[in-house]
């Protein structure tokens, strides 16, 4: 094999595709990256089993062929390359030169027929959604997955499909992030639950423009997402997503209106007093007007008031102060309204179309 | 003690004087700030006892006293609070209230007379260069000072006074990182050993101005520093620094002008190929208008060539490339000369002037 690229071009892609090499595992030629000339374009590969990666490179082919090297080398080579072109050839001993400029460096491969190619997906339905509402979707839920693997399900995210609407929902026992997206056309309904693994690497691919369309497709055990030359595929979840229409509720005793900025950067300055692990609430009171917000622990306390606009009860109840940052910070909107019922039942700070839902269980205090 | 300052102010000050606080300490008074209003300035002050920091910080003292306050938790607390006054305020049972805007924190602190005051330093001979100055010529010698403790002399650097010159040395067995600068004045001869942490956090505080001067104090056993209202304080090292002149030489038989960015690049790309740890040399190998490098490791091999003028003989000669890569770094010339004698002698990478020395150790190597 011998092929030219520009360090730029190949650059971008092994970072591409890069997100797809385990950072552990048994298997060496998983470490990979696959470079296939074998027809007429450069692709590279990687593929972990769960999630693969295939993007194209743009550069010339002198001779078609293929090999597999070691990705985190040949992508710091790459990266450290002059800003020129890069010739990459293979000799019969699975020897591939890189050549820029006057730097020369020889790597010892691996046969690219050990590597285990992208599972071929039939395209059935295809939702198309701008990259940058992707991008934005996975980061407003992606941070109340959860991360341990006892429920499989609550480590990744149920995409649902209704007519002309994706729901993304994510829940890790504590708290619910739902984002609605209108789509631009009507589909069968379909729920399917994608690893958030896999969300986190796309989102870190996808440059995010508006004007870039991903296409999605689905089959039976993968999802498959097409932009910008690359294609992502990913097993998906198996099993039955939580009910979660049951948890929501829209009856409330209480609504706030509050800046949110205020109220985050609140919470925010109330949490340098809790050392990592410490598990202490910020009780927060709601009177007329104001919300009182407390917090206390052995590093000394903490209140502050903030001006709200308040219908129905007062109350005090106490929150995990991460979970309401979480949930505050990948909201745009520059008020937000809470919904609460009492001190034991959900509070759920929505917008009025419902385009959002955060819901997140209060925790018990003693009095402070 | 009732004080008022901005938020701006405060940030600035604690984070000045929070270089000294130790990280690990078994007295707990040393982990706080002493906030000093006894007088008619705000004084802030951290003091490990190797090194203390103080400054003055612009505010309004409403009533006089001091306390000495756990210098995490304020450093976070101010630095979280809104850009507004800030009011510290503090009680007979030694807690202090925060205020700012409707933000309120109340922290136990510790009296301020448990805390130790910097030394009084006699100031005698004074030396004033500009923090620009200061600034760099530390971080053109810092990184070659030995980081173990077996030998402490080589832990900090030498500061030579030498008439109008001020030479500032380090080593760590392996190499010898000199800087000469010219002073305004003429001073009598002092040779004194400042240690490395001391520079390595004045140079964090070091505005780095060229139009600011820093004035420099020694006695016997300290080192003082006086910039932008601000005194640091620091104990010097005890013993005799190493005889360097005598390791220096002007006699070559090869010497090589050579782009700097070029050779620095290419060592670099070289390193890629070392893991953590393993002692790879890089083989420099010096012909007639070429410098060819290379290295050899279990993950492969590389060379390349550079274009170079050279007088003298041909040599070949091995590195640790981390040396050559911190010496060149922090040279700013566009070309470097290197004047070598075989490869078992240093190689001198200077200027004509000799206002920079940087002298590497070569090491054994198997031809590859």
Do not use: W
Not at 151 to 180: A, C, P, W, Y
Not at 227 to 232: A, E, K, M, S
Not at 300 to 306: D, L, R, T, V, Y
Not at 311 to 316: A, C, Q, Y
């Amino acid at each position: 094999m011998k092929i030219v690229c520009s360090k730029a071009n190949l650059a971008k892609g092994v970072s591409t595709v890069s997100k797809a090499v385990p950072s552990k595992t048994t298997m060496p030629i998983l470490e990979c990256v696959l470079i296939d000339a074998t027809l007429d374009v450069i692709k590279l590969t990687a593929n972990d089993m769960e999630l693969g990666i295939q993007t194209e490179v743009e550069g010339e082919i002198i001779e078609h062929g293929m090999i597999a090297i070691d990705a985190r080398i040949f992508s710091e080579i790459v990266r450290k390359l002059p800003d020129n072109d890069v010739v990459i050839e293979t000799d019969e001993n699975l020897q591939a030169t890189i050549t820029c400029e006057k730097a020369n460096f020889n790597i010892s491969c691996k046969p690219g027929d050990e590597f285990s190619y992208l599972p071929i997906i039939e395209k059935d339905t295809t939702i198309s959604i701008s990259q940058y509402t992707l991008k934005e979707v996975i980061r407003q839920t992606i941070f109340s997955i959860a991360d341990n693997e006892s429920n499989k399900v609550m480590t990744g995210e149920l995409f649902e499909i209704n007519q002309n609407t994706l729901r993304v929902v994510s829940l890790d026992g504590h708290r619910i992030s739902i984002r609605k997206l209108e789509l631009k056309e009507e589909y069968d309904h379909k729920k399917i639950i994608v690893p958030g693994k896999t969300l986190i690497e796309i989102s870190k691919i996808l440059s995010g423009e508006a004007d870039k369309e991903v296409c999605i497709y689905f089959t039976e055990n993968h999802i498959v997402f097409e932009f910008d030359r690359t294609v992502v595929v990913s097993r998906l979840i198996e099993g039955e997503y939580f009910r979660i229409d049951q948890m929501l509720s829209s009856d409330y005793e209480t609504k706030v209106r509050i800046n949110k900025k205020e109220l985050l950067n609140c919470i925010d300055r109330a949490t340098l007093l809790i050392k990592e692990g410490d598990k202490k609430p910020i009780i927060i009171n709601i009177g007329d007007e104001i919300m009182e917000l407390k917090i206390k622990s052995q590093l000394g306390s903490m209140n502050e008031e903030i001006f709200i606009t308040k219908e129905g009860k007062d109350l005090l109840i106490g929150f995990n102060p991460k979970f309401l940052i979480d949930a505050l910070r990948v909201i745009d909107d520059e008020e937000v309204e809470l919904y609460l019922m009492n001190a034991k039942a959900p509070c759920f700070i929505k917008d009025e179309t419902e385009s959002y839902i955060y819901l997140i269980l209060p925790v018990n205090f003693n009095s402070i």
